[in-house]
């Protein structure tokens, strides 16, 4: 989707919409709910379909683009989930997923000046860090570019190292660059783009490893559509490496007691960049780790919540991770692994500070394992 | 007659009504109305918009008895809706009673061969629930998030009406004054669905093609099909229509399809079309003429879905390879299938064997026109050379001009069915196509003895028309369901 696309860009696309619920649920034959808004309430309303009506309404003066349209548009957890069962909207101009749909009906809102405060204060926490992407380490002798933020980054440093891979490291801080597009802020996201791409031109030759799921799908499949000049980078996720690590010798586990693990499907790791299996080959090849599946995993995930910044519903963001919790409790697990610092953080919110030490970021977990 | 509900009225009735079933199910939140107002079959500004005054979610049987007792008392007009397309508008300030929470799968009874579902009940997910049962359910041309129930009370196309006209046994209704009764056998104490009537009159049929009109259906059974130990789905390809009835009506005078299903060469080419293939394969169907298909491509392919034990279904493929021969066809190999159309292939097996049903990305390209009749087999073939010359005088503008035909019970009844894609914003393209479908409904009915498998207006309809009206009259005296539709207009797509 093009940074300057508006809602009359997509009309067409979204009258493609049959209102039959295939945006809401996963995969044949268990079908299951994967939608955080539809889970929570049942409703074609409350759906990738809902949004595209809505749009459809505002165009046709329906309804008027006020505070209530907005909060709505930024309740969307952006889970993807809609993007991966239905295919009708992104078969027609622009060729958009209904997640990108939504996202620019939240840069609607934010062109309205109505940005729910939740969305403001991420935006405002992301504004005061600042944009600008800051390379460190001997860059000469690096093989790869660990481009990283600075939640989990240091468990992934200690583990380059021992696996002997010379990085250096394009440090963001914090989540920049897909936080401020995944809200909507498309008017002032160009430079930044471009600024990153700028830096990151001249390191073509190396591997950019990520930590961020969403940095690396922004990267990876946004980066094409907003920079002319785009050209494909060699990029990899942290999970990935560790598991090539783990085959070829050069990482060894080290066995620190049994322990049951479930995995949760990060949405970006998961469905935007469709990596399922490196995270569960790292787990597998840790010692005394028996990983049991969620009942919805890989590309019928379920979310965490942590994408849901308005308040149309209250308390969705924290019921969606309560809702996955309890998916993971069932599974008898001691312990809850991902692969994204949003999800670890959502998940740690809702749980009494005593169980949050149970979910684990996968890096993390990796590198207290391995010798 | 009524008069428009009032905002007083509205505010009374959603009050009752979170009171009786609980706040939670019922929606009045202005984006929840905007987005229900155009559901008809997706937000066409082609149909009005009614912006409902509530939309209720119910959760069980008495949330709905509930419901209407109130709507009746107040004279609030309810429409009852499921997933996907509905084929009757909505009421303008009235309730719209979704019932897609109501997703149970209550019974699989594989000694009778039924299965009592809830109305929200999707193919995708009866079709899973079957899985290991030994049973299969109809495969439908709706997509699988689609409701079993919503096609059925319409009369959709289905596999296996090869063999009879609907798949439902029984209904559970609720009238607006609140009582409850089942059509057919379970309405006796401790008796199962099995069968539709008896010893009284047909009453699931008043509840067929009635929308909604007559009262609400609160649970169904439908027919399920035991699944045989060897199965095929039969491929062949013919030049022309004719002979594909001819083929068709043959096998079915011989009780060998299950289901057998004409798709013209633009339907069979695109209908299973994955996302990458809109890009490869939609160009050249939209470039093209729907009556000149390339050379070595069949004008028709006929799927013939046929089970039994395996010397059977063995035995029934070299009947359909010399029966297709006799008709100047014949019978296309999987490999030659598989190498010339890899997506209809894939599409077939998914649909016919594994029961998972395919996305219907063609739709993307526009906005569907469809124009659907039954008539007898020998007027069937008069009426597809019909209505190809008039669906031909709209250019490719509406490719790909997409249909498929096949007989219900044992070929008494064919239907035909063949739609075209307009650009949805093209609204005089489209005012054009409703007006040449009317103009073709009326010709196929006079010259040919078409029957419209939708409503196309009560006038044409007579006397049936009248009786109908007095039934309404008596079971909905205050006219709440359905009431903008009157009692089966705006009933075509």
């Not at chain 2, 439908?140 to 063999?163: D, E, I, K």
């Not at chain 2, 489209?430 to 009317?438: H, Y």
Request: glycine residues 8%; hydrophobic residues 40%; aromatic residues 10%.
């Amino acid at each position: 989707m093009k940074l300057t696309a508006k809602l009359d860009d997509v009309q067409a696309a979204a009258a493609r919409c049959l209102r039959d619920g295939r945006c809401t649920y996963g995969s044949w034959p268990e079908n299951r709910t994967l939608c955080p808004l539809y889970q929570h309430n049942p409703s074609f309303t409350f759906s990738g379909g809902g949004y595209l009506f809505l749009i459809l309404a505002l165009q046709d003066k329906k309804i008027d683009f006020g505070a209530s349209v907005a909060e709505f548009a930024f309740s969307c957890a952006g889970c993807l989930a809609c993007d991966a069962n239905c295919n009708l909207i992104r078969c027609y101009q622009p060729y958009a997923g209904i997640t990108d749909i939504i996202r620019l009906l939240r840069s609607e809102a934010v062109r309205r000046g109505l940005v729910p405060a939740g969305a403001r204060k991420v935006q405002e926490q992301v504004k005061s860090r600042g944009h600008a992407l800051e390379l460190t380490g001997k860059v000469a002798k690096a093989n790869s570019i660990l481009f990283a933020g600075p939640e989990t980054d240091g468990a992934a440093i200690k583990l380059l190292e021992k696996i002997g891979r010379p990085s250096a490291r394009l440090a963001e801080k914090g989540y920049s660059l897909s936080t401020i597009y995944e809200l909507g802020f498309w008017e002032e996201l160009g430079p930044f783009v471009e600024a990153a791409w700028a830096k990151m031109k001249p390191l073509k030759d190396k591997d950019f490893i990520f930590v961020s799921p969403h940095l690396q799908d922004f990267i990876v499949n946004r980066f094409p559509e907003l920079l002319p000049d785009y050209t494909p980078v060699n990029a990899r996720h942290i999970s990935q490496v560790l598991a090539g690590a783990f085959r070829d010798g050069r990482l060894k586990s080290k066995n620190t007691g049994n322990v049951k693990v479930s995995y949760h499907d990060p949405c970006y790791l998961g469905r935007g960049l469709k990596i399922y299996d490196a995270p569960r080959d790292v787990l597998a090849a840790l010692e005394g780790v028996e990983l049991v599946e969620m009942a919805r995993n890989r590309e019928d995930s379920f979310c965490c919540g942590a994408g849901v910044m308005g308040d149309y519903i209250p308390g969705l963001s924290e019921d969606t991770a309560r809702e996955r919790l309890k998916e993971f409790e069932a599974t008898g697990a001691e312990l809850l692994v991902t692969a994204c610092a949003r999800c670890r953080e959502a998940f740690r919110r809702v749980m009494p500070a005593r169980e949050r030490q149970r979910v684990r970021d996968l890096t993390e977990f990796v590198e207290e394992r391995t010798q | 007659m009524i008069t428009k509900s009032s905002g007083v009225k509205a505010a009374a009735v959603c009050r009752e009504l979170r009171e009786a079933i609980g706040a939670v199910k019922v929606m009045d939140d202005e984006i929840t109305l905007v987005t229900y107002g155009r559901i008809r079959h997706g937000f066409d500004v082609m149909w009005p918009f009614r912006k409902p005054a509530m939309v209720v979610f119910p959760e069980t049987r008495e949330d709905v008895v509930e419901t209407l007792k109130i709507a009746n008392k107040h004279k609030f007009p309810v429409t009852s809706v499921g997933t996907a397309a509905i084929f009757l508008g909505t009421t303008e300030g009235g309730i719209i009673l979704d019932q897609r929470r109501r997703d149970k799968v209550l019974e699989v009874n594989t000694d009778s061969g039924y299965a009592v579902i809830e109305p929200g009940v999707s193919f995708d997910k009866l079709t899973a629930a079957l899985r290991g049962t030994g049973f299969k359910c109809s495969v439908g041309t709706m997509p699988g998030p689609g409701t079993v129930l919503g096609q059925a009370l319409s009369r959709g196309s289905q596999s296996f009406t090869t063999h009879y006209l609907n798949v439902i046994l029984d209904l559970e209704v609720v009238l607006p004054g609140g009582m409850v009764f089942s059509t057919g056998s379970s309405h006796f104490p401790g008796v199962g669905s099995h069968l539709r009537y008896g010893p009284y009159p047909d009453l699931a049929g008043l509840y067929t093609c009635a929308y909604g009109a007559m009262g609400v259906i609160t649970k169904a059974a439908i027919r399920i099909h035991p699944v045989n130990e060897a199965y095929r789905v039969n491929l062949a390809g013919f030049d022309s229509y004719a002979d594909s009835i001819d083929y068709v009506k043959d096998l079915t005078n011989h009780n060998i399809p299950e289901h057998t299903i004409i798709w013209n060469w633009h339907m069979y080419m695109t209908w299973p079309l994955e996302p990458k293939d809109m890009k490869t394969v939609m160009p050249g169907i939209l470039a093209s003429d729907f009556r000149e298909p390339p050379e070595g491509t069949p004008y028709n392919l006929v799927s013939t879905f046929f089970s039994g034990y395996p010397e059977q279904v063995e035995l029934y493929e070299k009947i359909c390879a010399r029966v297709a021969e006799k008709y100047h066809g014949r019978v296309l190999p999987a490999e030659e299938v598989d190498k010339r159309f890899p997506a209809t292939g894939a599409g077939f097996r998914q649909q016919y064997e594994d029961f998972h049903y395919r996305e219907s990305v063609h739709w993307s390209k526009g906005r569907f026109a469809g124009w659907y009749v039954f008539a007898e087999p020998k007027d069937i073939k008069e009426i597809e050379k019909y209505a190809a010359s008039e669906f031909s005088k709209f250019g490719k503008a509406i490719n790909p001009v997409n249909y498929y035909s096949h007989p219900f019970d044992y070929g008494r009844s064919v239907l035909l069915r063949i739609a075209g894609f307009p650009d949805p914003a093209d609204i005089e393209l489209r005012k054009k196509i409703a007006a040449k479908f009317e103009e073709m409904y009326d010709t196929a009915m006079k010259r040919y003895g078409a029957v419209p498998i939708r409503p196309t207006g009560s006038e044409k309809a007579g006397t049936y028309i009248q009786v109908l009206a007095s039934i309404k009259k008596a079971l909905d005296p205050n006219n709440i369901l359905n009431r903008d539709s009157g009692l089966f207009e705006e009933g075509d797509l």
